[in-house]
């Protein structure tokens, strides 16, 4: 007879999961029917060498749409630990009901050499075909997770059309009993006080100073764990949201639906009516002041779609601007940190890259093709981007604010570029508008389905951290002085190091930064350095660059690659708008 080895002995773990907590204080329930069954089904494989642990690994109410579970997270401690050998359960969507995450489970299995069996469902993993049929299941399973939470969803949509409610935050004025919404008269006076004051004030803020001043605070209730939640002090937010509740007027809201609800109504029609006029006059946030400085409030967003908002900084003799990205909740939850990025000089580099798009006949004959525009009329109009451009040069504030806010639909900043969405109907009407009187914006032409064209800028102005890395601040060129040593030392210590890359290819920026004594950050900052263009370096040769334009400041800038835009944002004259190439064959055809 043969007699297993304690070698040979598999230890295995019995995992079970209930979803729901109804009927688990039973003598005999679900989870317990699992183990019994596994428990069997291990002694049977005794002589495999299988043995229980006597460890209990068991999920009441917890959903398998998501590994976060208390007894699962301990098994897999315990499998990558070595202390469990085979995982057994009664069912695969006991396990999870999730693809993505039963593929990293099974990461954890082999990693530790560990292995699972479903009692019910016989397959094996070893081959192909067991792990096709395993891919089926589990696709099922989770096929079925979100079948029923649409079934939960449609279930909801029904109740609130027949006026139910349908749990969650009990509303201020009510109590929920036998899942029914049931008027709290204490509540309901300071509810029905808080729509008439506010009629009277015209104010959210004031009427929310009056409620703290009164010692009313938000809503607390009893959750079904037996734990009080809410209580806190009333906000403006809280205020704002509280009179545009309809379940005041004994109605329900399902989407952009009311249906008539079976709560009784606290507020009445009239008072109720008259609150939303006033709500939809006073709105809670501030309408941006054409004159104000902040032009790109309303365009800026972030790489994750985060609106930048204007944050100001103040100090002795000056004031610093910086667009920062809204911190969404789901930001802070990801870790997803604030980007900042200096407002003066993302304005202008903005500026830049739309006056670079006007002076560009095809960009502007694209933009104007979109709209139907051919022939006569097309060459015409090509050859007014740069006339366009220069009204955008000496418009005032508010002007320069009307126009980028109705040539643009929006600007994404990322770390390594700025995309600038371009509206073709207000380009074709911005290149026709004579500047006599001041520019507005034709919104009826705009709609989902309007022709753009998206503008990418190669440029580092965004930062997630406090140190901004901008380009130098434009200044007026002075002429007449003597070259800047230290800025013609650095163009030579470019040039150096551009020499030793391409001479020593096989070794790498760092070998190559020690090789001449620098910091691979400020080695690799040399480099950049290289890609300034032609009239730029000279200028520093000549000393005719433009006074604010030190080393340090432009060791530290980050070059978008247009030279053009370079120009712009170092403060040098304009230029017309030709290349090199044309310049060439100017020359050529000189006698």
Known sequence: MHTVCESEAKRCAVYTRKSTIDRFERDFNSLKSQREVCSAY???QGYKGWVELPK??????????TLDRSALQELIADIESGLVDVVVIYKIDRLTRSLGDFLRLMEVFERSSASFVSVTQSFDTSDSMGRLVLNILLTFAQFEREMIADRIRDKLEAMKRRGMWTGGVPPYGYDVIDRRLVINKAEAVQVDWLFRRFLELGSYTKVCREVQRNGMRAKEWIDR??????????????????????????????????????HEAIIAPDIWEAAQQLRTERSMYKVIDEA????????????????????????????????????????KGHGVKRARTNADEIEKLVLACVQSFLNSRDKVRSALLKMGIHGKRLDALGKSGAQASE??????????????HALIVTIELSEESLGIL???SEVSRLVQWDGQCAFQADQVGWSQRQATILEEIPVKALRFRRSIVMPVEPAIAITGRQPDRSLVS?????????????????????ELAAKARRQPG???????????????????????????????????SNLPMDWALQRALFGFAPRADHSLAHSARYERRKP
């Open 490 to 510: 650095l163009i030579k210590e470019a040039r150096q190091a551009q020499s030793m890359v391409d001479t020593q290819r096989s070794e790498s920026l760092a």
């Open 391 to 404: 009204r955008i040069d000496i418009a005032s504030v508010a002007e320069r604010r009307r126009i980028l």
């Open 522 to 556: 400020y080695f690799a900052r040399l480099l950049r350095l290289n890609y300034l263009a032609p009239d730029i370096i000279a200028s520093i040769i000549d000393g005719t660059q433009p006074a604010a334009l030190t080393r340090k400041r432009l060791i530290k």
């Open 56 to 65: 209990r690994y068991d999920d009441a109410a917890q959903s398998g749409a």
């Open 42 to 44: 291990i002694k049977s």
């Open 422 to 424: 371009f509206r073709c």
């Open 292 to 331: 104000s400085p902040n032009i790109l409030l309303g365009l800026l967003y972030d790489s994750f779609g985060r609106p930048m908002q204007i944050s100001d900084t103040r100090k002795p003799g000056h004031r610093y601007r910086y667009y920062v990205s809204n911190q969404a909740l789901w930001a």
């Open 225 to 262: 764990k037996g734990r009080s939640r809410g209580g806190g002090v009333v906000s403006s937010g809280m205020v704002y949201n509280l009179l545009g509740n309809c379940i005041y007027i004994g109605k329900v809201k399902s989407r952009e639906l009311t249906f008539e609800g079976e």
